[in-house]
């Protein structure tokens, strides 16, 4: 099991920048991807930024150039956002993809509102 709480979120004006946390606990590894979603109401959660173990990084097109993923160790993942847009208000979500003996469990955080004033 793995316990994934974000941190972070607020309001900020358009332009400018945020990072949010993730904190993960419980069994995770180096080796488990781990990425950012975000969800608008009345939408579909959709990617923003994954990282794997080898630290490449995939980013939705919408976010690449302005936002960077990183992660320091195994249980602490950022998002780090600049150049913010009104479009970026959303909930954002800590994800955890483990996958064991051919299986893949997902694992997400709370979510931390982020809101983009114009």
């Known amino acids: 099991q793995v316990q994934l709480a974000e941190s972070g979120g607020g309001l900020v004006q358009a332009g400018g920048s945020l990072r949010l946390s993730c904190a993960a606990s419980?069994?995770?590894?180096?080796?488990?991807?781990m990425g950012w979603y975000r969800q608008v109401p009345g939408k579909q959660r959709e990617l923003v930024a994954t990282i794997i173990s080898d630290g490449r990084t995939n980013y939705a097109d919408f976010v690449k150039g302005r936002f960077t993923i990183s992660r320091v160790n195994a249980n602490t993942v950022y998002l780090q956002m600049d150049s913010l847009k009104p479009e970026d208000t959303a909930v954002y979500y800590c994800?955890?993809?483990?996958?064991?003996?051919?299986?893949?469990?997902?694992?997400w955080g709370q979510g931390t509102q982020v809101t983009v004033s114009s």
């Open positions: 994800n955890a993809d483990q996958r064991r003996w051919g299986q893949a469990y997902m694992y």
């Open positions: 419980g069994t995770i590894f180096s080796r488990d991807a």
